[in-house]
């Protein structure tokens, strides 16, 4: 069975490196979601999620609701994110993936890079909490109840978000590729 | 909402697309926790108990000087010194002395009276 949040939340409170780990584990992912849905870089996003997973437990005592565990982090690397695109440090000039290449052919990473380009662009024209909802859900795989769990929102409403960020993507890619 | 458009494919921006970076990135998160776990489970030196202690203090301090300096305030200046009244009593002891006897009890309500300026 798989340990609670809460029951690692505490074990992380006595210094139990493991526990950490299996948040992290947990977790890692869809922080990197939640930071992409607000940066729309994924350089940032790993940023923001890295920081903003540290600095949650730093401040482990701090959460008041360790059943909440999830919901708690990601906010903390919503707003880490937030703060990064305050600051942001000029990486447009940078494409996506220097440097990191699939392990394809140039022209399959080529084609790879401008596949990402599209849909970080297209997901910029969602509002972010769609892009959130978006991401966690096709990306994630997290289902509507997880996500409203950790969102804090009516499942009713993450169906909505879910409904209207796919078919506002599909609109958008689908324009470009006529263009 | 029964029928919702299908999913877009969204696999291009999965980050274990490229392992190697993701898996590093885990790993320095994992580091980077274990320092701060390391760090909690350090017991505090002198100086941070000293800290600990001297916090709190302070601020009762702080605290206390803030009270006794609003009391100080609400009940006005000290009374001022009296030193025409002890020259009295001090000259009416000099001439009992050199009279040879104590001063009556008289004297000194005079002296005192003097004081009040009655």
């Not at chain 1, 360790?66 to 940078?94: D, K, S, T, Y």
Request: charged fraction near 30%; proline fraction near 6%.
């Amino acid at each position: 069975m798989e340990d609670s949040d809460a029951s690692l939340v505490a074990r992380v409170r006595r210094g139990e490196g493991p526990a950490a780990d299996r948040l992290l584990e947990r977790y890692f992912r869809p922080c990197r979601a939640v930071a992409l849905a607000v940066t729309g870089s994924e350089d940032d996003a790993d940023d923001a999620c890295q920081e903003g997973f540290v600095a949650a437990m730093e401040r482990i005592d701090s959460c008041r609701h360790p059943e909440r565990f999830g919901g708690w982090l990601l906010q903390i690397v919503r707003n880490r994110a937030r703060n990064l695109v305050r600051h942001r440090r000029v990486r447009e000039a940078a494409p996506l993936d220097a440097g990191a290449s699939d392990g394809r052919s140039p022209a399959a990473d080529l084609e790879q890079a401008e596949l990402r380009r599209r849909l970080l662009a297209a997901l910029a024209e969602l509002p972010e909490v769609q892009r959130e909802v978006v991401l966690l859900h096709d990306l994630e795989d997290w289902k509507h109840h997880e996500i409203a769990k950790q969102l804090e929102l009516p499942a009713g409403t993450v169906r909505s978000h879910l409904h209207h960020a796919r078919r506002r993507l599909r609109l958008i890619l689908g324009r470009e590729e006529e263009a | 909402m029964t029928n919702d458009p299908e999913s877009v494919d969204l696999s291009a921006l999965d980050p274990a697309r490229r392992p190697e970076l993701w898996a590093g990135r885990m790993e320095a998160t994992r580091r980077a926790v274990a320092a701060v776990l390391l760090e909690r489970s350090r017991p505090p030196g002198p100086l941070e108990v000293l800290a600990d202690w001297a916090r709190p203090i302070l601020a009762a301090a702080a605290v206390l000087l803030l009270l006794l300096g609003a009391t100080a305030a609400l009940l006005g200046p000290p009374a001022a010194p009296r030193p025409s009244e002890a020259r009295r009593l001090a000259l009416l002891s000099e001439s009992a002395v050199i009279a040879g006897r104590a001063a009556t009890g008289a004297e000194v309500r005079t002296a005192l009276r003097r004081r009040a300026g009655t």
